[in-house]
């Protein structure tokens, strides 16, 4: 038997389990009629959204597919296949339905899972991670499933099998754009919106029902940090994958591109023994749980892909595509290489915590900040953000030279298959945050009881820990990814004259530098203009139906969900298009062409990876330092610190959650389609 | 005669002229008893820190010489040469003097320009513009005079020449890089603090005697703006003559190393001239007399360097430094290139205009965004300073990629000194702004009347505009000068293994971007806390002396001074030196090495480049918007919009003014440092 097959019978596993666990949310008991009211508005409004973006997407996902169906018959000499189109609309397609159904679990188990905590933190727990180990497992069991597909159908194809496999890839990328722009951007128009007249302007806690914009943001939690996050890591998952094996093809040694399949395959089945572990965890210690899941599917992908390694790898010597050097390729160089991507990742993970938890030194200072004001407030969160990204940085570039030392270019790419292997297990963990951060909600909303709502906090405030640690993992492996395409990239330049002091591609570097602020700015801007939208609504309300403010009148919860959904909808299509024709651009330029875009590549990762973790931890910083201050340190809620610490926050909400997610995407969406359109720059 | 001697020449001219003003400013009248002493506090402020900083500059002076010595003697067969130690103290100590000398010319400027507005605009006008221009004249003259004197000197050394004048440059990036630094630092903990308390909490307006850091915050106008920028602009003027200097020795062409300080040379002339044209205007027209010197000086420049060029350039055939391939030098094609950096220089400044004027739809939308709180006006004003990063990059990529065309690296090189050569008239109009922004402070401190006021403050704003200009000149000539001295840098690595795709460039390229953001966390915070420390002790003196506030009793300015000048000295010294650090580590870790610092330029250079555009229009954009609404739109001063955007106006302060341009000079100084190290790397 052929070693993809084994990817496609793990990923039906996968999925098989992931049906199970839906079932299982689904049967467990709702509650009380108003929590189910609330989580039904929750619900619609966030399919409803779904369904509207998705009608976008099937548009562009048709024209895009006569496009890539014409230029790959046209330019078929030069390496192109139109039967790119057909893996597109394939990898799209898969993404989608890993999203749309990731994200009707969370809507599902957000109530119950309230309504679990009545018996305790334990079903509360349960409840909540397995809802989200329902993206978690259809996210990687699709991905796993859609590439070992194409692979197998397409695997009679060797000169042409790795063109065909980047049209999956680019299919991914298309739809995670769509999703994390237009997702970031109507949960944070709704979130900031939200904020600024509930808690600054009125005071009424988060999550008050007598805030009309409360609806949109919890849905925002969905489509945002669930549907967005899966589509998100869907891409670096099979990107990895793919640039694996179209490097394992180019050096001509098929165990080597069938390897990446298997990691793969190692990591969705150590992650579905950490998911049960978790999810069967009995005690109150959420943390532990968490952590007891996540380090057994690390510890279990790195011993089952060693032994694999050990089984099927040859010793054998190739040259490099880059200098073509001897290279000496064996199965525990191999190995290193990959467990180089899982510590990289553990390495980010941690550099995260550490600079947005309020357990240390910098976010306790950033509170501090907020003594003096708003603007000091902000000011230390940048410099915080703009530190935290030392040793990620160093980190990856580490891992980059060292396994490009122990096996070439096919080392970097193997390393982000290493980061990314257990990605059920750390997807699960990610869609758990907003569910418990939904339980809370709803459980504040429709008023089950003091008890209740702490527990749901309790559950809360380790998703934040997981959706902070989640976003480290995501750029990391973004960057890495983003790498691995450009080695493949490298191919088609590696001949010709490519130094580094060639202005072409010191201009290249340039631009490619340019473009995530160009992409950042269009982000912000879009939220900050939805969110002053939703703030005259929501004003307006309040102004209009003083019923609303003393509990007596329900608000119109409709028209904030509409401006977030319409701002999303309106807003996410510039960015993307600009983000897939500017490679395009700078590759038939003639005074660029593909040695700029060579170096488009590396400086948009550079910059995109920058700004991109700067922009998470600032956020998580003030984020967190706000909720320190709310535990009632320096003043507490209400008094002047916490009130600067809120404008603080609210800053870096959509540099977290719209601008900075994007970036992974913008700087892997530009790779690919480099890769995919480099014949033609010829 | 040799053609340098017209360098020297000129110089000696421009320095007598510069000279002449200083004793023109000093005779006019100084005005009344109360703003004489506020000027005197000023004025010994200011010199107080200079003395104190230089104390610290030259404690590095005399280590660093040591170093070079050594170093230089040590590796003098690689290329090396001990005489670099000589001109580096050179080039240090004549920027230390320029920036004295200006300084002094700016703090007895300003209360003789407050009275000289008694007798209307013009005659205001005409003293704090030839105050600036005592600055401006100085740096230019004292930068040509050094580099001159330089070239003539160790002339004979043909093989060394280049390595002999790196020190020079070298010199001139240290000074800069502390006085940015610490200028920085001290300018903005000052107005920062004094804003926070001043206008936040207690509401007095800017720029009253009451606040006890009234007089730090107009010191730090002095030390920041006017000697800070100065070393900056030194150091770019210095920068790109030496690298065109060095271009044209590599390639044998005499002529062509000599035609660039011919161009300094006639900017210079150009820049009088333009400078007695402005100096000398009659009406009340500040910003067209302020055009038509700036006009005139730009395209007399242009015709007496296409003259110069037409004479004395030969035409000649060489092998380009990087690709090897034939390149054929003329004049015309010279003289385009020069022109390319001339026309470069002015897109910039327009860009920066209609990001941060309040009379273009970018500020006016950062006002609107206050409406809705603090939150919104800081996202708009990131929105518009990411944005604003869009046409500068661009044309700086174009410039590059056009000029290499016409003349190869050569191109570059001579499109930064094309760039530079009017810095005599750029940098009055840019020292001209803070003189301006003083006269203006003293006249509301010392209570002169309404009247005048108000002129002062018309000249202010004027001076407002010029500092953006300024600005946004200063960072597109460091990221040409840089490129200029990494064109230098390409030799030591051409005949290498210089791929793009080679995994040790691409991490020197991310290691190189990194540095920006880790140089502003460090910035940014040290403003941060020392304002921090400002607020506290504003507080504690208007707690404990009630008798400031209501205007009986004097506050204690000193203690302010003494927070800012420490805070500037001890946060000035980490920055720097690791900055002078970075690439010599990149270049003696055996897997990166000299190939990898290659990249760590370009990667610095574009993501410099772009985080200082960024930082600079941002706040440009947020203080412009707040002085919009101050105008009396959208509710006007006092309102929660206005409150609203001075939180923006004081998160943007040391973006702009700290962090962004230090940000110059770290690429230049990084670069420096490479291409003087290089010999050690192999």
Redesign the interface.
Known sequence: MEYPWIGLIVGVLGVSLAGYFYYWVKRQEEGVEEARRIAKYIREGAQAFLRREYKTLAVYLVVMFIVLFVVGYIFSKYGLDFRSSITFIFGGILSAIAGYFGMSAATIANVRTTTALKEGIPKGLKVAFTGGAVMGLSVASLGLIGVSTAYIVFSHETQKLAAILFGFSFGASSIALFARVGGGIYTKAAD?GAD?VGK??VGIPEDDPRNPAVIADNVGDNVGDVAGMGADLYESYVGSIIATIAIGIALGLKEYAEYAILVASMGLIASIVGILITANYRGDNVFKALNMGSITSVVLTAVLSGIVAYLILPKVAVSDI??GSQIVMTWNRTFMSLILGLVAGVVIGFVTQYYTSDQYRPTQEVAK?A??????D???G??????S??IP??T???A???S??LVG?YG?SIAAVGMLSTLAMTMSMDAYGPIADNAAGIAEMARVGEDIRERAENLDAVGNTTAAIGKGFAIGSAALTA?AF??NY?KY??SE???????????G???G??MP??F???A??A??RA??EM??EIRRQFREIPGILEGKETPDYSRCVDISTKAALREMILPTVSAILAPILVGVIP??GK?AV??FI??A???G??LAV?MANAGGSWDNAKKYIEKGNLGGKGSDTHKASV?GD??GD?LKDTAGPSLNILIKLMSIVALLFAPIFL
């Open positions: 900031v600024i600054v302007e880059i200098t900040a003594t003096t004001g708003p603007a000091t902000i000011l230390a940048m410099s915080v953000g703009m530190m990204t030392l940085m160093i990856i570039a580490l980059m030279i060292v490009y030392k270019i970097i790498l450009f080695a490298s330049i590696a004259n490519i130094a580094v002091t060639n202005p072409s591609i010191v201009a570097v340039f631009l530098a340019l602020f160009i950042s700015s269009m912000i801007r939220v900050q969110a002053m703030v005259n005074a660029l040695e060579g170096g590396i400086g990762t550079a910059s990876f920058l700067y404008v609210t800053v959509p």
